[in-house]
């Protein structure tokens, strides 16, 4: 009887799947959306704060905060890029993460900044980073956790010391033009926005500080891509508190296709 019963359950998932192969929810050729129905309200955050002042600039800390619930990021990890709004402003140094692009720095003959780019991408460091470097939430490798899996490892962290930019809270311009991948998932950030003063207690537990300037940017998660040549055709039965996902067979829905597009 358990023997006929798992015959019926298998044959029963077969057809389920077939089905849903050839219906157009799982068309290659949707459109883009920045609507999750399993998570609607899910966003990456990115909270920027200006905590001290610099003869040139400033040093701001940056938080990347993945408040979906489910969607964590994984290998090759997340990056971060925005455009400078004066188009001149550099990068003096970064603790907890680097710029992938050092730019044309050639102006400078001595004290050379980390990045010189107009358009800097930022990514985190490995974990296997001098403690000299690190900042906390930082060096995990570009992972971050969702907020249902480890709530403690769904913030990534840096902190940016910007040069040839304002000094005050009235000549600093905010950034423009945000863009997050996170792993090999895209996404749709919006434009930053000044937000309240973040507030920060120190350490011995004695003082709160408060930061001179607050802009966060919220980034959504793109659930397609319209330019996906093969076909969707396999089905990955896994949890979403699972780190790991179950390998999808080949020609899983009977495709002509050597593997599957997961």
Same mark, same amino acid.
């Given at each position: 009887?358990?023997?006929?019963?798992?015959?019926?359950?298998?044959?029963?998932?077969?057809?389920?799947?077939?089905?849903? *192969?050839?219906?157009?929810?799982?068309?290659?050729?949707?459109?883009?959306?920045?609507?999750?129905?399993?998570?609607?309200?899910?966003?990456?955050?990115?909270?920027?704060?200006?905590?001290?002042?610099?003869?040139?600039?400033?040093?701001?800390?940056?938080?990347?905060?993945?408040?979906?619930?489910?969607?964590?990021?994984?290998?090759?990890?997340?990056?971060?890029?925005?455009?400078?709004?004066?188009?001149?402003?550099?990068?003096?140094?970064?603790?907890?993460?680097? #710029?992938?692009?050092?730019?044309? *720095?050639?102006?400078?003959?001595?004290?050379?900044?980390?990045?010189?780019?107009?358009?800097?991408?930022?990514?985190?460091?490995?974990?296997?980073?001098?403690? +000299?470097?690190?900042?906390? +939430?930082? *060096?995990?490798?570009?992972?971050?956790?969702?907020?249902?899996?480890?709530?403690?490892?769904?913030?990534?962290?840096?902190?940016?010391?910007?040069?040839?930019?304002?000094? #005050?809270?009235?000549?600093?311009?905010?950034?423009?033009?945000?863009?997050?991948?996170?792993?090999?998932?895209?996404?749709?950030?919006?434009?930053?926005?000044? #937000?309240?003063?973040?507030?920060?207690?120190?350490?011995?537990?004695?003082?709160?500080?408060?930061?001179?300037?607050?802009?966060?940017?919220? *980034?959504?998660?793109?659930?397609?891509?319209?330019? +996906?040549?093969?076909?969707?055709?396999?089905?990955?039965?896994?949890?979403?508190?699972?780190?790991?996902? #179950?390998?999808?067979?080949?020609?899983?829905?009977?495709?002509?296709?050597?593997?599957?597009?997961?």
């Amino acid at each position: 009887m358990k023997s006929l019963y798992r015959v019926s359950y298998t044959i029963s998932f077969f057809f389920l799947f077939s089905s849903l *192969c050839n219906t157009s929810i799982l068309d290659s050729s949707v459109l883009v959306s920045v609507h999750d129905p399993y998570d609607p309200t899910g966003n990456i955050t990115i909270k920027w704060d200006v905590m001290s002042w610099t003869p040139d600039g400033y040093v701001a800390d940056v938080d990347i905060v993945n408040s979906q619930l489910y969607r964590t990021v994984q290998p090759p990890g997340w990056k971060l890029g925005w455009t400078w709004a004066r188009h001149d402003e550099i990068l003096w140094s970064v603790f907890g993460g680097q #710029a992938i692009d050092q730019g044309g *720095c050639s102006r400078f003959i001595s004290n050379i900044p980390h990045s010189c780019s107009k358009r800097p991408v930022i990514v985190d460091l490995p974990t296997d980073t001098p403690l +000299n470097q690190r900042i906390t +939430n930082c *060096c995990r490798g570009g992972r971050l956790s969702s907020r249902y899996q480890a709530i403690n490892k769904s913030t990534a962290s840096f902190q940016i010391s910007v040069g040839n930019a304002g000094t #005050a809270n009235r000549t600093v311009r905010m950034p423009k033009n945000f863009t997050f991948i996170g792993g090999r998932a895209e996404y749709i950030c919006g434009p930053a926005k000044m #937000a309240r003063l973040s507030r920060f207690t120190t350490p011995d537990g004695r003082r709160t500080i408060q930061a001179f300037m607050t802009w966060k940017v919220v *980034c959504t998660y793109k659930r397609a891509n319209v330019a +996906n040549k093969l076909p969707t055709c396999c089905v990955s039965l896994s949890s979403f508190d699972q780190g790991k996902t #179950a390998n999808c067979p080949t020609n899983s829905c009977g495709r002509r296709i050597e593997t599957c597009n997961t």
